[in-house]
């Protein structure tokens, strides 16, 4: 699992979803079930992920589970770069 | 045996003097809701009850009897009351589901001010129009969400206090920045509440219009007899129910049956402030013995997405009542509730202007699914022409849904635009917007909406909202916003967009322009799709032809376009 990608997948969270400038995420951080992203949001975090990366997320595969998190995120988008 | 019994006996006997009676409300020395949903149920004997289970997305778990409620709110009302505050001045409260929301929300009924609860994912600009709206002078909000408060603020005149709650200071506090730490605060036990009356402002939600602004539906302390009769007979709830409304209180279903009416009969809640997830949701059920669910057809759909094999990891017998609200309830999620958790999700129709449900399929009554069921005993409720608004006789004709004024919990006003609000009544009815058609056994059945508002996941959505917002991108000369289908969420928003000179249509454009509207007005009406065209449809006058474009969204006839200018 590239460091690099979760750096960047963290750092795009931190500048468009985190409200609180205090607040600390880490990789492992819950985004979905803690708050920072919600379902409607998610829309735009896939479609970076899908732009940035250059592949196509199916719609079953971005769920709230799989995107629960930078290293899960890490690990679905890694899925479809093999 | 249910609550509301016999639906035709009720019918036969109903007045709202019933709820009067039980709350003892014509003697009342104060008809004030905060005095309703903790010290009057403190003085029935019940301040040990337990009033909130709190559950925080870290797995916090904390749990408030009604005396707790009490003094919380007595707590707040006195330190807003300190501030200056006096009656009927608008307080916001700007909070994730935390406690101090539901305290804070009588708190600020109790000194007889205007509570007015915004969705704390709301943008910049959406939280500046709705404050500067109703002239608010306070607002009550987290640290998480201040900043948003402070880029509006050189242009927010009447905000005077911006009171954070959970203030660790880290950082000094800025211009008219207080903080207040409840459980730092010392509880007050005798606090003077203000004697509001029945029709004294209470609270004031805010909804999205098709042409203009979004609207302050304004609410008063009477809206109680409704809300807490309805709870009683459609939600069913009994002395030592467990109950879950999963709405945020930025919305109607969030106060009305999240705070006012389950706290006015006393009822143990539950509120669960955490993302969802199928795998969170069942294990709160389970966790906490939840025995009364009140959700939402999009997250009955997420739900189902889920599957049945998580049902069965998690142990959900405590469950005996189930109910929906938001948007129309398809019948194959009713059909699957009553497979999957063996009882049927009931649905429930009203909107943020009635306060309180209107139609409904009851406990008890035999369901037809995918129906809205029938009126509440005391609406009178029918559908009637779209020209002539007179009730249409014929069982299955489609015609607007209409009901005669004069429920407790009717809006009394917009703020500030009474033009508007006149509007609503038509022919001696008031007129929400939804078409239907009733059957030959008085059940309605929705058809949809009769504007081009968007319902998204049970959320209003204004289109001409969003493009505004959308001509203030920097990409975009010209938008068009529409709903489109969506399996989970209903509708979602999809707009139409021509680019300035020197932008291209790419994936990154795209992006940048969710990302430009989510900030700027919330997730909900963030576009989740963007289609680049070279023009938009548009009339010879120039009016862009929305319809159009909604037509071809959702698969239907466009229409007469003679009037046409041009499209790509």
Redesign the interface.
């Known amino acids: 699992m590239s460091e690099e990608m979760k750096d960047i997948i963290l750092n795009y969270v931190i500048e468009e979803y985190l409200e609180d400038e205090d607040e600390e995420i880490s990789y492992d951080t819950p985004l979905i079930s803690g708050g920072i992203v919600d379902s409607f949001s998610m829309v735009s975090l896939k479609r970076f992920l899908e732009n940035k990366y250059n592949i196509s997320i199916p719609d079953d595969r971005a769920t709230p589970e799989a995107f629960d998190s930078v290293t899960k995120i890490t690990v679905l988008v890694d899925g479809f770069l093999k | 045996m249910t609550n509301i019994g016999s639906y035709e006996e009720r019918l036969k006997n109903f007045s709202w003097s019933i709820a009067e009676k039980e709350l003892g409300y014509s003697d009342a020395k104060t008809k004030n809701i905060g005095w309703y949903c903790s010290d009057r149920i403190c003085d029935m004997g019940k301040a040990e009850k337990t009033a909130l289970i709190w559950e925080g ?2 797995g916090t778990e904390k749990h408030y009897s009604f005396n707790d409620l009490r003094l919380a709110s007595n707590t707040i009302g006195k330190f807003l009351k300190n501030l200056g505050l006096k009656n009927e001045d608008r307080v916001c409260l700007f909070m ?1 589901k935390i406690p101090e929301l539901y305290f804070s929300f009588l708190g600020v009924l109790k000194i007889g001010a205007i509570v007015q609860p915004l969705f704390s ?1 709301f943008g910049d600009e959406s939280l500046h129009v709705r404050l500067e709206n109703a002239e608010t002078s306070v607002i009550i909000t987290q ?3 201040v ?2 408060v402070r880029r509006i603020l050189e242009k927010s005149p009447y905000l005077k206090h911006i009171v954070i709650v959970d203030y ?1 200071g ?2 000094p506090l800025r211009e008219r920045e207080i903080a207040f730490n409840l459980e730092e605060t010392v509880p007050v036990e005798e606090f003077e509440i203000f004697p509001t009356k029945a029709e004294s402002p209470s609270v004031l939600h805010y909804t999205s219009g098709t042409t203009g602004q979004p609207k302050g539906v304004k609410h008063v302390h009477y809206s109680l007899i409704s809300q807490y009769l309805t709870t009683q007979w459609v939600l069913d709830l009994c002395d030592d129910d467990i109950y879950w409304c999963t709405a945020d209180p930025g919305w109607v279903t969030g106060t009305s049956y999240g705070i006012i009416g389950p706290w006015s009969m006393g009822i143990t809640q539950c509120v669960l ?5 199928a ?2 949701w069942y294990q709160f059920i389970e966790k906490y013995n939840i025995t009364v669910w009140y959700s939402a057809p999009t997250a009955i759909r ?1 739900l189902m997405k889920a599957g049945e094999e998580i049902v069965k990891k998690s142990n959900l017998s405590s469950l005996r009542h189930l109910a929906s609200v938001g948007e129309p309830l398809n019948a194959e999620a009713v059909i699957w509730s009553e497979k999957v958790y063996g009882l049927p999700f009931l649905d429930t129709y009203w909107q943020t202007e009635t306060g309180s449900i209107m139609i409904t399929n009851f406990p008890g009554m035999p369901i037809r699914p995918g129906s809205m069921g029938k009126s509440f005993p005391g609406i009178v409720g029918t559908v009637v022409d779209t020209k002539t608004y007179e009730p249409i006789d014929s069982p299955g004709k489609i015609g607007l849904i209409a009901f005669k004024p004069g429920w407790p919990a009717m809006m009394r006003s917009y703020w500030n635009n009474e033009e508007t609000y006149q509007s609503k009544f038509k022919n001696g009815w008031y007129i929400p917007g939804d078409r239907a058609r009733l059957d030959g056994d008085g059940y309605f059945w929705f058809v949809g909406r009769d504007d081009d508002i968007i319902n ?2 049970g959320h209003l959505v204004s289109p001409f909202e969003v493009e505004s917002a959308l001509l203030e991108a920097e990409q975009v000369a010209e938008s068009a916003v529409v709903s489109k289908p969506d399996e989970i969420n209903m509708e979602v928003v999809k707009a139409f967009v021509t680019l300035k000179p020197g932008f291209e249509p790419t ?2 454009t ?2 940048t322009i ?2 430009f509207i ?1 900030k700027k007005l919330s ?2 009406a ?1 576009p ?1 799709e963007i289609e680049f065209v070279k023009t938009l449809p548009k009339t010879r006058s120039g009016k862009i032809m929305r319809r159009l474009l909604h037509a071809r969204e959702w698969g239907e006839d466009i229409g007469d376009t003679s009037t046409l200018e041009g499209e790509e």
Request: overall charge negative.
């Open positions: 997305h870290d994730d994912a640290r998480k969400h900043s948003k660790d880290k950082h402030d955490k993302g969802f997830s795998e969170n997420s998204t996941a994936p990154d795209e992006l969710m990302n989510r997730p909900l963030m989740q």
